[in-house]
Antibody, heavy 115, light 111 residues
């Protein structure tokens, strides 16, 4: 079965760090464009970061310089290292595969940044 | 940067009636490869978003044919021919011509 499962969310203080993980099954992470998308409580969807199959990475301006997207090909995993966290980073974070748009989404993991 | 503007932000529809959502992009979504990178998603209450339409008008696998997408350039529309109770949720358009940008979302409820 093709699926994504996120983990690593939790409560962290402002200025702290957290690493999110996304385990993929049924397909190969490194062969696809993989993104992180977040959703603040009661708000809309915000794209955060992408890693292309070739390894290039891109970030939303709101997280550039603080977040790092990466993957482990041997484990078929996607990661998001989040540093210098702010209250406004509080969101559910989804990982998603982009084949023809985001066709596969995980269930999301909640990150709460306390000030 | 791309700005995606959806209208309306909410709508209430009687089951069996049609519904329509507009999405306007600040720049053309027509790529030099000939494709137009506009997508529609539905986020049902308590669930992750799900892909409905890719590249303007192509229904994703398993999406009922009451959903249709149209448009070109900067103006796009999602139509539901006959709304059903299971269609409630928030609909988002998204561009991926240059990275990714979502619209604000349109909340659909049943009357």
């Amino acid at each position: 079965e093709v699926q994504l499962v996120e983990s690593g969310g939790g409560l962290v203080q402002s200025g702290g760090s957290l690493r999110l993980s996304c385990a993929a099954s049924g397909f190969t992470v490194s062969s696809n464009y993989m993104s992180w998308v977040r959703q603040a409580p009661g708000k809309g969807l915000e794209w955060v970061s992408v890693i292309y199959s070739g390894g290039s990475t891109f970030y939303a301006d709101s997280v550039k310089g603080r977040f790092i997207i990466s993957r482990d090909n041997s484990k078929n995993m996607l990661y998001l290292q989040m540093n210098s966290l702010r209250a406004e980073d509080t969101s559910v974070y989804y990982c998603a595969r982009d084949v023809v748009g985001f066709d596969i989404w995980g269930q999301g993991t909640m990150v709460t940044v306390s000030s | 940067d791309f700005v995606m503007t959806q209208t309306p932000l909410s709508l209430s529809v009687t089951p069996g009636q049609p519904a329509s959502i507009s999405c306007k992009s600040s720049q053309s979504l027509l790529h030099s490869d000939g494709k137009t990178y506009l997508y529609w998603y539905l986020q049902k209450p308590g669930q992750s978003p799900q892909l409905l339409i890719f590249e303007v008008s192509n229904r994703f696998s398993g999406v009922p044919d009451r959903f249709s997408g149209s448009g070109s350039g900067t103006d796009f529309t999602l139509k539901i021919s006959r709304v059903e109770a299971e269609d409630v949720g928030v609909y988002y358009c998204m561009q991926s011509k240059q990275l990714y940008t979502f619209g604000q979302g349109t909340k659909l409820e049943i009357k």
